[in-house]
């Protein structure tokens, strides 16, 4: 293998390990997580100038607890363990791991002596996530013991001579609040990364990859505009160009203009070979009359399927079927099944009803904001890159009730300027998501002389990290106040706006 510098994630099955690789990459090493049972030959090939262990679920005493090749601590690479990691790696050379009466959960203080590499810059005091019920009541022979807490005696350990670092706590997650910086020590102080990896690299090496793997075979990706399956599908038209094919389904649901942006970046930017299918009166047809947010998720989300399937068909067979699921997709998929308050993120379906060999999703590994910069590296406009998320369904989940044409085009013009005015105020950035909902209310007003009885359009803002929880953003008066007179001035049967102000929960941050 080439000397590309690579740190390998050894997978126990913990929670955060994708936080790990991305911590490490986020120090400009490049990371990859492998299963525990990984062959040391072909760890070997893979030349790690680093090996992290990360935590698990498991006690390293019980009998199936994973386990890898005891021959990993006779390369002479570096390795850190995390928890259950650090338990493994000391119970494979020869210390002790018990089981604690009581489980340490929290953010807890702990003592870490900052003469070791691996604490260096750090204070003594630190304060790091524990959760853990088994320990090390004794380290292997040849380690030292650099930190501890008040009820766990081996909070860290080290041989420094073998380059062999064990923590019981999690330096992967923002409670730890050093973590990140224990995390570069490893990377630099122990295992003498250069940390040249970039976004960039990533983008050359994921087009050759598709280059090869794809060769001359057929690629046919749905393009909705939004930025993962945008980035997506720019990848592989650098890897395999004219043998992707792009469908494009306007469902007529779009944000004033959107169809065409998107037409333009990627037909006229980009020379994508790509299919735009104007749907938006048979969509309207199915959801006539339909006023449950449920039942139009649901038509929405069929009738997509069923005009890709249409234009799929009329390419005939493809190889691969490409899509932008990225990481964040795969956490959520590989969760339980949670309460369910709204059918989200239209995943599924596509595969059963397309001929193809293989799915490729190439942002499986990244999270969203790798996938930006990947996208920005690709030369795809900031304004797309940036873009809010905007849910598959579209404004037919804005506009409450039931869906006229009419109506959305109200929606469009209300919508388009209150993101108007929030650019123009230099807010974008501040707003994780913004947007207009056309309530199903009409109300009285005056305009003129006269009686008007219009809708009532609803301002939406939230600021969020993960949009599972958000609070409602404190929007200036004065923005406020323009994006209002601007919209009943110029949008038609519009009289009245007003601004939500309730944060997730109680509420949603879409209305329906
Ligand atoms: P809620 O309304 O559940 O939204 O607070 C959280 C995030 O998910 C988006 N959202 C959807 N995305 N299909 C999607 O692809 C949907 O049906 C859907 N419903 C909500 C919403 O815009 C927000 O970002």
Redesign the pocket.
């Known amino acids: 293998m080439e000397d590309k510098e690579l740190v390998l994630i050894i997978d126990f099955y913990g929670q955060y390990n994708q936080l790990i690789a991305r911590r490490v990459r986020e120090c400009n090493v490049y990371s990859e997580i492998v299963p525990y049972k990984t062959s040391i030959e072909d760890i070997k090939k893979k030349n790690p100038k680093g090996i992290i262990f990360t935590g698990g679920p498991a006690s390293v005493y019980e009998t199936n607890a994973p386990k890898c090749d005891p021959a990993i601590f006779k390369l002479g690479i570096p390795i850190l363990g995390i928890c259950y990691g650090m338990q493994f790696m000391t119970d494979s050379l020869g210390g002790t791991v018990q089981r604690a009466e009581k489980r340490e959960y929290g953010e807890t203080s702990v003592n870490l002596d900052n003469c070791s590499k691996l604490f260096e810059g750090l204070d003594k005091q630190n304060i790091c996530l524990m959760s853990h019920t088994d320990f090390v009541a004794k380290v292997p022979e040849g380690f030292k013991v650099i930190g501890n807490t008040s009820s766990c005696p081996v909070a860290a350990m080290e041989n420094e001579e073998k380059n062999f670092y064990g923590i019981q706590f999690h330096p992967e997650v923002n409670n730890t609040v050093n973590g990140t910086k224990i995390i570069s020590n490893f990377l630099f102080n122990v295992c003498k990364c250069k940390g040249d990896w970039k976004m960039s690299s990533f983008v050359k090496e994921q087009i050759e990859y598709l280059k090869n793997k794809i060769g001359d075979k057929k690629a046919l990706c749905a393009l909705s505009g939004g930025v993962d399956s945008s980035v997506a599908a720019v990848l592989l038209h650098k890897a395999i160009g004219k043998n992707l094919t792009c469908i494009f389904v306007d469902h007529g649901l779009l944000r004033k203009n959107e169809g065409d942006e998107v037409e333009q970046v990627f037909r006229k930017q980009f020379d994508i070979n790509l299919i735009r299918v104007n749907a938006e009166e048979q969509f309207l047809e199915k959801l006539k009359g339909v006023t449950e947010p449920e039942a139009k ?1 649901k038509i929405i989300g069929e009738e997509f399927i069923r005009v890709f399937e249409k234009e799929a068909k009329k390419i005939g067979k493809v190889d691969y079927l490409v899509q932008g699921t990225i990481y964040p997709d795969v956490i959520e998929s590989g969760l339980g099944e949670s309460a369910k ?6 995943v599924g379906g596509l595969p059963d009803y397309v001929d193809f060999k293989e799915i490729i999703e190439p942002l499986r590994d990244l999270f969203k904001d790798e996938v930006r910069k990947t996208g920005l590296e690709l030369g795809i406009p900031e304004n797309l890159v940036y873009r809010q ?5 579209g404004l037919g ?1 804005r506009v409450i009730g039931d869906l006229t044409k009419e109506k959305l085009d109200i929606l469009r013009d209300a919508d388009f300027i209150f993101r108007e005015e929030v650019k123009n105020a230099g807010l974008e950035k501040d707003l994780n ?1 913004y947007f207009a909902v056309l309530t199903n209310i009409r109300s009285v007003g005056v305009m003129g002389d006269g009686r008007t009885y219009d809708y009532t359009i609803a301002l939406r803002s939230v600021k969020t990290t993960d ?1 599972m929880t ?1 609070t409602w953003s404190k929007i200036p008066y004065n923005v406020l106040e323009k994006v209002s007179s601007r919209i009943v001035n110029e949008v038609k049967h519009v009289n009245r706006v007003v601004y939500d102000i309730t944060s ?1 929960p109680p509420a ?3 209305w329906e």
């Open positions: 998720r308050i709204k059918s989200h993120h239209n998320p905007f849910p598959g369904p989940i998501q949009f958000a997730k949603t941050i879409e």
